[in-house]
């Protein structure tokens, strides 16, 4: 842990931060601001995170750290007096001693992009008295009212995803590969599944249902808490990869099950057991046809349901399954040419039998009220939303809630009620926003992020009314940052984000920096100024940074979004280009002669797409953690965009970056970490061997020790610093207009 044991006034920050631009490409850069960036999580530590009201909606529990702590305690603030009380902390479970992580714990924070210590989650009983968490491989449960703390007696070994029972009288978690059960009464454990292993896994989310599926559980409870679903993964015949640290080869390399396109993936089924012990009951659909096994609900209204998809991604069907005997009735499809996108806010069953579902096969999304066997009833939300979420659903009344946008920028939450045409809107500021209701439907949770402000939660009634704002201990940035937001180009256009320097003068012409994504389900350019901080700083050293959300990015529609299927090496970087010549054309104080491109993941396989293939328009970068070759990544991510290799050979070669390899004419720095286990270190290493064989001159930051996320805050501050550098020595400083560079 690294802490700044004498932290500077507010004044001091902002003084401290002025940029040097007058001073030359090859003055020092100040880096204090990066310094306090990276210690307070980009000014994000000490705001309250995971955010849960209790089922009467009287509470809100919220995780939060201290300011410049990267560790989660749990509070609970009250609906009726507003008030906020510390229920828990780590010191006070742990003693004093530090937390200890299993190396299955390190790579499940590592799917779900969580960094920080603490209590990363917590479950909540049924009636809100009890909360279950987890610390060092512990359970614990909480009693909200007295805050008494229990210990429970689990059996030694890896212990993940720990729930509670329905009715709360018993927790289930997964122990080393198989699902126990541990009576609340007797504080005593029993297996509920036996024979599991690390090759065959049971109730265990595989790796890439949590990476790409956004699947991180295994197992789903019966609501009566007499049966438990259960996926059972067998690996035999996936490649098992290791990760190994290169600076400590005392170290044993960890391996991992990691499945590539066209080759083997974990097979998966759902099988339904006692938790009083019996047999395993197996679901019986196609598998051959439907191999994945996308999601599963089992809700107190509805059915056991669950989502299956071909390997290919172009059709997943919604199953409707019998506990009893196994057999699933297919009540939808959803196809699409390209890929169906996956979801996780339905099926919403109400009291008559008929359920709520997302589906995309108009064109576009749309919220649909269907019957029991699955056949429309009506459209509840037409087509032409750019963004919509199912958020919450009241079975008894009909009355939902939805998240929607017309453009993907700006959403608001509504509620509607089927039958009834009104809509209120429950927000109304210009931003993103969520929300999370309570079990009764009476309180909700909202996080409202804008371009003016950091991210602020707030407590509402159901109606929208506020009650109050969960509060932050966090600081705050020293300055907004100075960006724009525009939509530029031809037909179409592309949204695109503009962040000028501090001290810009219109009669200065700035080297421009290209902040990329440029993927699938990510969108770049958005109202959250949490996102533009480091980027302002970056803007401060004397560049215009810029982003263009390219054909391919969501929030556009089915055809814009469908674009990129089986052209990566093509459509991203086409309208990158396009969208950059816009700006140019529009803002003079771009000078598109001394344009830098930086992005970490697909961000990053972008940034060396554009040096190496279209090195007129982009005269240098820096690529974070690039996907070098598509057939080294996952299986369920690249199928869904690029086909099986073995019949879409073009589309693989088109996106290798190994293709263009010996036409690198641009300076290029690769920066990757070298326990990463999602785009692995291989990767750049192939790109560099590929270079140096081409005779072509670049550099490499390994990160030693970092896997795809770079939470430490001297890494932080050292890799910024020397973005900047790579950046101002090959692209230059501002110049007067009209004067040469």
Same mark, same amino acid.
């Given at each position: 842990?690294?802490?700044?044991?004498?932290?500077?006034?507010?004044?001091?920050?902002?003084?401290?931060?002025?940029?040097?631009?007058?001073?030359?490409?090859?003055?020092?850069?100040?880096?204090?601001?990066?310094?306090?960036?990276?210690?307070?999580?980009?000014?994000?530590?000490?705001?309250?995170?995971?955010?849960?009201?209790?089922?009467?909606?009287?509470?809100?529990?919220?995780?939060?750290?201290?300011?410049?702590?990267?560790?989660?305690?749990?509070?609970?603030?009250?609906?009726?007096?507003?008030?906020?009380?510390?229920?828990?902390?780590?010191?006070?479970?742990?003693?004093?001693?530090?937390?200890?992580?299993?190396?299955?714990?390190?790579?499940?924070?590592?799917?779900?992009?969580?960094?920080?210590?603490?209590?990363?989650?917590?479950?909540?009983?049924?009636?809100?008295?009890?909360?279950?968490?987890?610390?060092?491989?512990?359970?614990?449960?909480?009693?909200?009212?007295?805050?008494?703390?229990?210990?429970?007696?689990?059996?030694?070994?890896?212990?993940?995803?720990?729930?509670?029972?329905?009715?709360?009288?018993?927790?289930?978690?997964?122990?080393?590969?198989?699902?126990?059960?541990?009576?609340?009464?007797?504080?005593?454990?029993?297996?509920?599944?036996?024979?599991?292993?690390?090759?065959?896994?049971?109730?265990?989310?595989?790796?890439?249902?949590?990476?790409?599926?956004?699947?991180?559980?295994?197992?789903?409870?019966?609501?009566?808490?007499?049966?438990?679903?259960?996926?059972?993964?067998?690996?035999?015949?996936?490649?098992?990869?290791?990760?190994?640290?290169?600076?400590?080869?005392?170290?044993?390399?960890?391996?991992?099950?990691?499945?590539?396109?066209?080759?083997?993936?974990?097979?998966?089924?759902?099988?339904?057991?006692?938790?009083?012990?019996?047999?395993?009951?197996?679901?019986?659909?196609?598998?051959?046809?439907?191999?994945?096994?996308?999601?599963?609900?089992?809700?107190?209204?509805?059915?056991?349901?669950?989502?299956?998809?071909?390997?290919?991604?172009?059709? %997943?069907? $919604?199953?409707?399954? #019998? /506990?009893? !005997? @196994? &057999?699933?009735?297919?009540?939808?499809? +959803?196809?699409?040419?390209?890929?169906?996108?996956?979801?996780?806010?339905?099926?919403?069953?109400?009291?008559?039998?008929?359920?709520?579902?997302?589906?995309?096969?108009?064109?576009?999304?749309?919220?649909?009220?269907?019957?029991?066997?699955?056949?429309?009833?009506?459209?509840?939300?037409?087509?032409?939303?750019?963004? %919509?979420? $199912?958020?919450?659903? #009241? /079975?008894? !009344? @009909? &009355?939902?809630?939805?998240?929607?946008? +017309?453009?993907?920028?700006?959403?608001?939450?509504?509620?509607?009620?089927?039958?009834?045409?009104?809509?209120?809107?429950?927000?109304?500021?210009?931003?993103?926003?969520?929300?999370?209701?309570?079990?009764?439907?009476?309180?909700?949770?909202?996080?409202?992020?804008?371009?003016?402000?950091?991210?602020?939660?707030?407590?509402?009634?159901?109606?929208?009314?506020?009650?109050?704002?969960?509060?932050?201990?966090?600081?705050?940035?020293?300055?907004?940052?100075?960006?724009?937001?525009?939509?530029?180009?031809?037909?179409?256009?592309?949204?695109?984000?503009?962040?000028?320097?501090?001290?810009?003068?219109?009669?200065?012409?700035?080297?421009?920096?290209?902040?990329?994504?440029?993927?699938?389900?990510?969108?770049?350019?958005?109202?959250?100024?949490?996102?533009?901080?480091?980027?302002?700083?970056?803007?401060?050293?004397?560049?215009?940074?810029?982003?263009?959300?390219?054909?391919?990015?969501?929030?556009?529609?089915?055809?814009?979004?469908?674009?990129?299927?089986?052209?990566?090496?093509?459509?991203?970087?086409?309208?990158?280009?396009?969208?950059?010549?816009?700006?140019?054309?529009?803002?003079?104080?771009?000078?598109?002669?001394?344009?830098?491109?930086?992005?970490?993941?697909?961000?990053?396989?972008?940034?060396?797409?554009?040096?190496?293939?279209?090195?007129?328009?982009?005269?240098?970068?820096?690529?974070?953690?690039?996907?070098?070759?598509?057939?080294?990544?996952?299986?369920?991510?690249?199928?869904?965009?690029?086909?099986?290799?073995?019949?879409?050979?073009?589309?693989?070669?088109?996106?290798?970056?190994?293709?263009?390899?010996?036409?690198?004419?641009?300076?290029?720095?690769?920066?990757?970490?070298?326990?990463?286990?999602?785009?692995?270190?291989?990767?750049?290493?192939?790109?560099?061997?590929?270079?140096?064989?081409?005779?072509?001159?670049?550099?490499?930051?390994?990160?030693?020790?970092?896997?795809?996320?770079?939470?430490?805050?001297?890494?932080?501050?050292?890799?910024?610093?020397?973005?900047?550098?790579?950046?101002?020595?090959?692209?230059?400083?501002?110049?007067?207009?009209?004067?040469?560079?």
């Amino acid at each position: 842990m690294h802490t700044n044991l004498f932290p500077l006034s507010l004044a001091a920050v902002l003084l401290s931060t002025l940029p040097v631009l007058a001073a030359g490409k090859d003055t020092p850069l100040d880096t204090t601001y990066l310094r306090h960036f990276a210690e307070t999580r980009g000014f994000m530590l000490g705001r309250p995170v995971r955010p849960k009201p209790t089922p009467d909606g009287k509470a809100v529990l919220f995780l939060r750290s201290p300011a410049r702590v990267p560790k989660l305690s749990l509070y609970e603030f009250d609906v009726a007096t507003g008030k906020t009380r510390e229920l828990l902390t780590p010191e006070k479970l742990l003693k004093g001693a530090d937390e200890h992580l299993t190396p299955e714990e390190k790579a499940r924070r590592e799917r779900q992009r969580v960094s920080v210590g603490g209590f990363t989650d917590f479950q909540l009983s049924d009636d809100g008295a009890l909360i279950l968490v987890s610390m060092s491989g512990k359970l614990y449960v909480v009693e909200r009212a007295s805050g008494n703390v229990r210990a429970l007696n689990s059996g030694s070994g890896t212990i993940v995803d720990p729930k509670f029972a329905p009715g709360g009288k018993s927790v289930s978690y997964i122990r080393d590969h198989d699902l126990y059960v541990l009576d609340l009464a007797a504080n005593r454990e029993k297996a509920v599944t036996t024979g599991g292993s690390e090759r065959l896994t049971h109730g265990l989310a595989e790796f890439v249902a949590q990476e790409e599926m956004g699947r991180f559980t295994g197992y789903w409870w019966s609501p009566d808490a007499k049966l438990v679903a259960y996926e059972e993964a067998n690996a035999d015949g996936v490649e098992v990869w290791h990760v190994a640290d290169p600076i400590h080869p005392e170290r044993s390399p960890t391996p991992f099950f990691y499945p590539r396109p066209g080759k083997a993936n974990v097979k998966a089924r759902l099988g339904i057991t006692p938790v009083g012990g019996g047999e395993t009951v197996w679901v019986k659909w196609d598998s051959a046809k439907y191999p994945y096994l996308a999601a599963v609900r089992w809700d107190k209204r509805g059915p056991l349901t669950a989502v299956v998809q071909t390997r290919l991604q172009d059709e %997943l069907a $919604l199953l409707r399954i #019998d /506990p009893v !005997t @196994g &057999q699933a009735t297919q009540l939808l499809t +959803e196809k699409d040419p390209a890929w169906v996108n996956l979801r996780h806010d339905g099926p919403r069953w109400l009291a008559d039998g008929c359920f709520l579902w997302v589906g995309e096969h108009g064109g576009g999304l749309q919220l649909e009220h269907r019957d029991a066997s699955g056949a429309i009833k009506t459209e509840l939300v037409g087509p032409q939303a750019s963004h %919509l979420d $199912l958020i919450d659903v #009241d /079975p008894e !009344t @009909g &009355q939902y809630v939805y998240r929607t946008s +017309e453009d993907p920028i700006n959403d608001q939450i509504c509620r509607k009620k089927i039958g009834d045409g009104d809509v209120t809107h429950l927000t109304d500021a210009r931003g993103q926003h969520s929300a999370i209701f309570s079990e009764n439907h009476q309180v909700w949770v909202g996080s409202e992020t804008r371009d003016d402000a950091m991210p602020h939660t707030m407590v509402r009634k159901a109606d929208g009314t506020l009650i109050g704002e969960l509060p932050s201990v966090a600081e705050e940035p020293p300055y907004k940052p100075h960006a724009e937001i525009v939509k530029i180009g031809a037909g179409d256009g592309f949204y695109a984000s503009i962040v000028r320097p501090r001290d810009f003068s219109a009669a200065r012409r700035y080297p421009v920096i290209v902040y990329v994504y440029g993927g699938p389900g990510h969108q770049q350019v958005t109202a959250a100024m949490s996102s533009r901080l480091l980027i302002q700083w970056l803007a401060d050293q004397g560049f215009v940074v810029v982003s263009v959300d390219n054909r391919g990015t969501p929030g556009r529609g089915r055809d814009w979004e469908r674009a990129i299927s089986k052209r990566f090496g093509s459509v991203p970087l086409e309208g990158q280009v396009e969208g950059l010549k816009a700006l140019g054309a529009k803002y003079p104080e771009l000078d598109l002669n001394r344009v830098g491109i930086y992005g970490w993941s697909f961000g990053g396989y972008m940034a060396a797409l554009s040096v190496l293939r279209r090195p007129d328009v982009y005269k240098a970068a820096v690529a974070g953690a690039p996907v070098v070759d598509w057939l080294d990544y996952d299986t369920h991510y690249t199928e869904r965009y690029l086909g099986l290799p073995e019949t879409d050979a073009a589309a693989y070669k088109e996106g290798n970056l190994l293709t263009y390899a010996d036409g690198l004419s641009r300076p290029l720095l690769l920066v990757h970490g070298t326990a990463d286990d999602n785009v692995y270190f291989r990767h750049t290493l192939k790109l560099t061997d590929a270079l140096f064989r081409a005779g072509k001159d670049f550099e490499v930051l390994p990160l030693s020790g970092l896997t795809h996320m770079v939470p430490d805050p001297v890494v932080t501050q050292r890799l910024y610093a020397r973005i900047a550098g790579h950046f101002r020595k090959h692209l230059g400083t501002p110049t007067e207009a009209g004067a040469a560079k």
